[in-house]
């Protein structure tokens, strides 16, 4: 018989009502398949695949071939299958070809993971910073007290656990005291969890005032006096850092009522002079990481605000006093009268956190420190940092270190 001719169109159409051969695996599924296959080292047969889909592809076609090619002649029925064969190959070499993708697929995957966990952190971390700014904005942040809180706190010196470094403190509520009665009536011990083991000096005397509200009068209550010559400088830079934040500028001393204290180096001491302005720069105090962070004033004094600020970069270690201001930000001042300027470099980016906080507020006490009223902070993109305005000139603090 002979064999019948058969055009494109008519191929086409009679491939379109073949059945479609899909592999439904995952991509993990054959992934995992050839790594399990190298993990034994036998290389698969390349012949495998192909015969597997041409056999069920034969299979299939068998079992439709009656409905698809009823009336058709046998000779036809050959020449189908030998193009359906042929598309049966082509699909296997499909497959196949497919095959050495799938590591491809897997690498993207690994990719996608990477860029979904980057995402992800940083999600976190803008997460972090948006706690941040909303705790400072419910809390109101802040290392120091500004003169309009100056009638309801009262300042106390303590000194840290080592005997190096006065930290000023600033008590805040039960204003209904005079102030040397809460002075008086402070206990350290109870802010011991707060700012770490501290002692205050001034303990063991009385303290009393008469008319002239610029002098106070301590009676000591020892009568070894002060030998040491460490207990004699802590004992006078309490008297500094308690007294001369509210204006007091001349402390009266006596032993029992007898007039003068005696110390170890000095000998009988009957008064001791409080400046107000004593040209310090204000570091960080920390006793350790479950305790406040506290603004403290350098042991000595320094020569002017640049010797200041390069000392805030650097810290004290010898004295556990770390850097207020970070090394590789760049400060210009400039003085005008009662006004200091500090201009920040314009790669310099100051953000609304508590790292910024202690810089202005450790350069504000500093500024005061140095007799100026008022700082003009240059240079910074945000408007407030903290409870600070930077938009316009500020105020330097009344005092550091609020504590309840």
């Given at each position: 018989?002979?064999?019948?001719?058969?055009?494109?169109?008519?191929?086409?159409?009679?491939?379109?009502?073949?059945?479609?051969?899909?592999?439904?695996?995952?991509?993990?599924?054959?992934?995992?398949?050839?790594?399990?296959?190298?993990?034994?080292?036998?290389?698969?047969?390349?012949?495998?695949?192909?015969?597997?889909?041409?056999?069920?592809?034969?299979?299939?076609?068998?079992?439709?071939?009656?409905?698809?090619?009823?009336?058709?002649?046998?000779?036809?029925?050959?020449?189908?299958?030998?193009?359906?064969?042929?598309?049966?190959?082509?699909?296997?070499?499909?497959?196949?070809?497919?095959?050495?993708?799938?590591?491809?697929?897997?690498?993207?995957?690994?990719?996608?993971?990477?860029?979904?966990?980057?995402?992800?952190?940083?999600?976190?971390?803008?997460?972090?910073?948006?706690?941040?700014?909303?705790?400072?904005?419910?809390?109101?942040?802040?290392?120091?007290?500004?003169?309009?809180?100056?009638?309801?706190?009262?300042?106390?010196?303590?000194?840290?656990?080592?005997?190096?470094?006065?930290?000023?403190?600033?008590?805040?509520?039960?204003?209904?005291?005079?102030?040397?009665?809460?002075?008086?009536?402070?206990?350290?011990?109870?802010?011991?969890?707060?700012?770490?083991?501290?002692?205050?000096?001034?303990?063991?005397?009385?303290?009393?005032?008469?008319?002239?509200?610029?002098?106070?009068?301590?009676?000591?209550?020892?009568?070894?006096?002060?030998?040491?010559?460490?207990?004699?400088?802590?004992?006078?830079?309490?008297?500094?850092?308690?007294?001369?934040?509210?204006?007091?500028?001349?402390?009266?001393?006596?032993?029992?009522?007898?007039?003068?204290?005696?110390?170890?180096?000095?000998?009988?001491?009957?008064e001791i002079d409080i400046p107000q302005i004593r040209n310090k720069a204000y570091l960080i105090y920390q006793h350790d990481e479950s305790t406040k962070k506290l603004l403290v004033p350098s042991p000595q004094p320094l020569k002017n605000m640049i010797e200041a600020i390069d000392l805030m970069k650097?810290?004290?270690?010898?004295?556990?006093?770390?850097?207020?201001?970070?090394?590789?930000?760049?400060?210009?001042?400039?003085?005008?009268?009662?006004?200091?300027?500090?201009?920040?470099?314009?790669?310099?980016?100051?953000?609304?956190?508590?790292?910024?906080?202690?810089?202005?507020?450790?350069?504000?006490?500093?500024?005061?420190?140095?007799?100026?009223?008022?700082?003009?902070?240059?240079?910074?993109?945000?408007?407030?940092?903290?409870?600070?305005?930077?938009?316009?000139?500020?105020?330097?603090?009344?005092?550091?270190?609020?504590?309840?």
């Amino acid at each position: 018989m002979k064999k019948r001719e058969w055009n494109e169109e008519q191929v086409e159409q009679l491939l379109q009502q073949l059945p479609s051969v899909k592999d439904k695996r995952t991509a993990d599924q054959i992934y995992h398949q050839i790594q399990l296959k190298q993990s034994v080292k036998k290389r698969t047969k390349t012949w495998i695949a192909p015969a597997i889909a041409t056999v069920a592809t034969l299979m299939i076609f068998a079992i439709m071939t009656p409905y698809i090619f009823n009336g058709f002649t046998s000779s036809s029925e050959e020449s189908s299958m030998d193009m359906a064969t042929t598309s049966s190959e082509e699909t296997s070499k499909r497959e196949t070809a497919k095959a050495p993708e799938v590591p491809e697929v897997e690498e993207n995957n690994i990719n996608e993971s990477v860029l979904i966990e980057d995402q992800n952190e940083n999600v976190a971390l803008d997460i972090e910073n948006m706690e941040e700014k909303i705790l400072l904005d419910e809390e109101k942040i802040t290392y120091v007290t500004y003169a309009i809180d100056s009638e309801e706190v009262v300042t106390v010196g303590l000194t840290d656990e080592m005997a190096q470094n006065v930290i000023p403190v600033t008590l805040q509520g039960n204003n209904s005291k005079e102030n040397l009665d809460r002075i008086l009536e402070f206990i350290p011990e109870d802010f011991f969890d707060e700012l770490g083991p501290v002692s205050f000096e001034l303990r063991n005397s009385e303290l009393s005032s008469k008319e002239d509200p610029g002098e106070v009068y301590i009676d000591y209550k020892d009568e070894g006096g002060i030998t040491s010559s460490s207990a004699e400088v802590m004992f006078k830079e309490t008297i500094q850092e308690t007294f001369r934040w509210i204006g007091v500028k001349k402390a009266n001393l006596s032993t029992n009522g007898n007039e003068g204290i005696l110390f170890g180096n000095t000998g009988l001491v009957t008064e001791i002079d409080i400046p107000q302005i004593r040209n310090k720069a204000y570091l960080i105090y920390q006793h350790d990481e479950s305790t406040k962070k506290l603004l403290v004033p350098s042991p000595q004094p320094l020569k002017n605000m640049i010797e200041a600020i390069d000392l805030m970069k650097n810290g004290l270690p010898a004295y556990n006093l770390s850097p207020s201001i970070e090394n590789n930000i760049m400060i210009n001042v400039i003085e005008k009268e009662n006004q200091l300027n500090i201009e920040f470099d314009n790669n310099t980016k100051i953000e609304n956190n508590e790292q910024s906080i202690m810089m202005l507020e450790a350069l504000l006490l500093t500024a005061k420190d140095f007799g100026y009223k008022t700082v003009k902070f240059n240079g910074i993109s945000e408007e407030k940092i903290g409870v600070m305005d930077v938009t316009n000139p500020i105020e330097v603090p009344y005092s550091p270190n609020p504590i309840k």
